[in-house]
């Protein structure tokens, strides 16, 4: 069992559910797209079209 | 998986040249006669033997670099140009080959080691109190850490930290990124961040509505401040200012009349008195007297209705031809027609006096005047309309004033031509703009008498103020519903910049849950370890005076340091550990060891013990080779180094399914010998190699193995044999002497000097291993060798 399984059941639902995206087989940016894809994180600004003074 | 052989250590570490098959495939007869081949290939538990600096320990690295999976294969010290060869076979026959490096990572992680570097490196207390400090662990050396799952459950912590970090890095990146989008406004806008991150209420409900009304109201207040600094700059102009005049407007046709004693109002009309005038022949009459005009006024005031003679001529008026003349005379002179003709002049007189008066209409020169002077110091929004008529206008009105002095010359003629409709229109239109001019006037005056009463009054300066104040909130108004859009976007992502937080903040929260977790798991888990360990310290050493040995476990990741596990060794309770002799820490440490394997749920290792018991006495060398039997049989494979003969003897006695190897070093070149099993001892193995010598080639390479051979077997077989050497026990080594040593102890005494002649032989030079320059010849070595059957010692 690892770590993260033996700490899993103390966790609140929401780290439970950033717990399940964090698959240590797979590189930082793998799992960082995996987060984004769950609407968890964002750092691309969806807002331009964006006009300077 | 085992290794069965390692067929091939060509230039690797003390390994110059050492072909397996060639030391060790021998063939021989069965017991049958048949002819067999053996080849000494591993087993499930091996054996080697070697004296210091024959190779043992550089075996032991071979090893280690399989499991490393490293490139570190040291050179023989004499090749360093020629290159590597190492081949490996495996219980499958295939093969792991080394040139420059590991054709194949399959063996790594596969051993498990007990050396030198286990005792000094991952065995160590805790220290007194329980106090320990980074620069202790390091001057022992790094801590255990891969005990039971700790390593996997580090590497854990070590991921979710650094997922963290990289989060966080992408985070503040994004943040600067997104703030860089907004610098130059909040630079332009003269705000920090935070100001603008506090408005974001009034911001995001800001509307672009009403946009150029706020920029117009802006201009005007900025124009109201430069005036009012102005105003207070100027202070006595503006108590000399003057008010505007009004213009006059009475531009009217009407006159004011008696009319039974009732005084009214009535409309005059031009058309009517233009065109006034009296009969052709009172107009000839006129004419006729018109410079005798008072005369002839008399005198028709002489004539009556009874009159028959002229007053004037006293000639008889004839009715006929007079009468006519006298009425005339009578109605030119008739008071009724005075007093029209004065009426008509009088309203002539007006009316051209409108006249001139429209035409001569124009703004009043003063009031431009001041009201420049007052616009200075305060905002005159209106603006006066200029009083002037349109020439079209002007034109008429001068043909009208010319028609009217016309008839004013000859007012019993009908004047005709006039505009009087024009006119009319003209004085409406006019009348129109002076109300309104005046009207104008009206509204500034009081501005300016504000103006001077705000001066007096000293309220300049708090307006002043005050316009500054509402030029800023204007100002800022305006800049932030110009650039809402990208504000707006600027506080979602700074939104989104929180929301990526929160991952970092619940990382951190798993991390520090990880973190603690793994202290509990380490705690509970070393309690059990450290028993176990204390069993072994026990099983290997009962006398040892160590009433407790237990786990410490620490888990501080301030530091980002591993996991500490040392242990606690008291005696009275108080801690004794910095008293320990060498062997009472290497038999910790072997109780570390033995811990570990047992804890070890991965059975398919290769475990190395590199002389474990180097400062052992006999009693602790013999519990070892037992624990090592007992503790390592449900693992794949098992080599054990050793330079020790009684040691190497216990291992023989107690550990079963075993092969024993003798490692040589010859001409510069380490060599594995396998010895076979079916020899009780290894010098009686020697001694059939040496019954078959004339069947050897006389080689450099044979002269040294014999040579060696010969040592050891003279060496060891008197020792042993004769002295009990490597027995545990007095009583046994007094048994073998006093026994069946005893017999043979004549033998040594009485060939003493041979058997010294040969030992020396074999020392000469204190390099038994080599072949002496051109003394030394396979000969020589073979008289020595058959001298030594022929002791039958």
Redesign the interface.
């Known amino acids: 069992m690892t770590l993260i399984e033996l700490i899993k059941d103390e966790l609140k639902e929401e780290d439970k559910l950033l717990l399940s995206h964090l698959d240590f087989s797979k590189n930082d940016n793998e799992i960082i797209d995996s987060v984004k894809l769950a609407g968890l994180l964002n750092f691309d600004n969806n807002y331009e079209n964006q006009k300077t003074k | 998986m085992k290794i069965k052989k390692l067929s091939k250590l060509n230039n690797a570490f003390s390994y110059s040249f050492f072909d397996w098959d060639k030391v060790n495939q021998i063939n021989f007869n069965d017991k049958d006669g048949n002819l067999k081949t053996r080849d000494g290939a591993f087993v499930k538990n091996n054996i080697f033997f070697a004296e210091n600096g024959n190779g043992k320990s550089k075996l032991v690295n071979v090893f280690k670099s399989l499991n490393e999976n490293k490139n570190n294969i040291e050179k023989h010290r004499d090749r360093a140009i020629d290159v590597q060869e190492i081949e490996v076979i495996l219980d499958d026959d295939s093969e792991i080959n080394f040139s420059t490096s590991w054709s194949t990572d399959s063996l790594k992680d596969k051993f498990i080691f007990f050396d030198k570097h286990f005792i000094d490196g991952l065995v160590h207390s805790t220290g007194p109190n329980n106090i320990d400090t980074p620069q202790r662990r390091q001057q022992r050396g790094r801590n255990i850490v891969y005990l039971g799952?700790f390593a996997?459950?580090n590497s854990?912590?070590d991921?979710?930290n650094?997922?963290k970090d990289?989060?966080l890095e992408?985070?503040n990146?994004?943040s600067k990124?997104?703030l860089s989008?907004i610098e130059?406004?909040l630079s332009?806008g003269n705000i920090t961040n935070q100001t603008l991150l506090s408005k974001r209420g009034e911001i995001e409900v800001l509307k672009k509505d009403g946009l150029q009304t706020k920029k117009d109201e802006l201009v005007k207040l900025e124009t109201g401040l430069e005036k009012l600094s102005q105003a207070l700059k100027d202070k006595t102009k503006i108590s000399a200012l003057g008010s505007l005049l009004e213009a006059q407007d009475n531009f009217s046709l009407k006159i004011k009349t008696i009319e039974n004693t009732v005084e009214k109002e009535v409309e005059f009309n031009p058309t009517e008195f233009l065109s006034f005038t009296v009969a052709k022949g009172v107009q000839q009459t006129l004419h006729k007297i018109a410079h005798k005009k008072d005369f002839i006024k008399q005198g028709m005031e002489k004539i009556t209705d009874t009159t028959t003679q002229c007053p004037f001529c006293e000639q008889k008026i004839k009715e006929s031809d007079y009468l006519q003349i006298i009425k005339d005379y009578q109605e030119i002179f008739d008071e009724t027609f005075s007093r029209e003709e004065k009426n008509i002049k009088i309203l002539l007189f007006k009316y051209k006096l409108l006249l001139e008066s429209l035409r001569d209409l124009q703004t009043p020169v003063q009031n431009q005047i001041f009201l420049d002077e007052v616009k200075k110091f305060v905002t005159i929004d209106e603006v006066l309309p200029v009083l002037s008529l349109s020439e079209d206008q002007k034109a008429i009105i001068k043909a009208e004033i010319i028609l009217v002095s016309s008839k004013e010359s000859k007012i019993l003629e009908k004047v005709d031509g006039s505009n009087i409709e024009k006119i009319k229109i003209i004085i409406t239109e006019t009348t129109t703009l002076v109300t309104s001019y005046n009207k104008i006037v009206q509204k500034i005056n009081p501005k300016i008498k504000q103006l001077k009463d705000d001066a007096n009054n000293g309220k300049l300066e708090t307006q002043k103020s005050d316009a500054e104040t509402a030029i800023r909130i204007l100002k800022d108004n305006i800049f932030y519903v110009?650039?809402k859009?990208?504000f707006?976007?600027y506080f979602?992502?700074v939104d989104?910049e929180q929301?990526?937080k929160k991952?970092v903040d619940?990382?951190e929260?798993?991390y520090r849950?990880?973190k603690i977790?793994?202290v509990e798991?380490f705690n509970t888990f070393i309690i059990d370890y450290f028993s176990i360990i204390q069993d072994f310290v026990k099983e290997i050493s009962p006398s040892m005076e160590i009433l407790e040995v237990a786990g410490e476990g620490s888990y501080n990741r301030n530091n980002r340091e591993p996991a500490l596990c040392g242990f606690r060794i008291e005696y009275n309770g108080q801690d004794c550990s910095n008293s320990l002799s060498e062997g009472e820490k290497q038999v910790i440490a072997l109780a570390f060891f033995f811990a570990h394997l047992k804890k070890e749920v991965n059975k398919d290792k290769i475990i190395i013990l590199d002389d474990p018991i180097t400062s052992f006495d006999t009693g602790k060398r013999k519990s070892t080779a037992e624990l090592i039997q007992k503790e390592v049989k449900d693992f794949d494979q098992l080599f054990i180094f050793t330079c020790d003969p009684l040691f190497r003897e216990y291992c023989l006695k107690q550990i079963e399914d075993r092969n024993f190897y003798y490692i040589f070093k010859t001409r510069g070149s380490s060599s594995i010998h396998y010895v076979p099993k079916n020899k009780e001892t290894i010098f009686t193995s020697f001694e059939e190699d040496f019954k078959e010598i004339e069947n050897s080639q006389g080689s450099n390479e044979n002269v040294v193995i014999f040579g060696q051979k010969l040592r050891f077997c003279l060496e060891t077989k008197i020792k042993e044999d004769y002295f009990g050497y490597s027995e545990d026990k007095l009583s046994n080594m007094i048994e073998q002497v006093a026994g069946k040593g005893k017999k043979k102890f004549e033998k040594l005494i009485n060939n003493k000097d041979q058997i010294l002649q040969i030992y020396s032989y074999c020392n000469t030079g204190g390099l038994a291993h080599y072949p002496r320059d051109g003394a030394t010849s396979w000969n020589e070595l073979k008289d020595k060798v058959n001298q030594y059957l022929s002791l039958n010692l």
């Open positions: 799952n996997e459950y854990e912590i991921r979710v650094t997922f990289t989060i992408k985070n990146t994004f990124i997104e989008k130059g406004l332009v110009n650039n859009e990208i707006v976007n979602k992502a989104q929301e990526n991952i619940n990382l929260k798993i849950a990880m977790k793994i798991e």
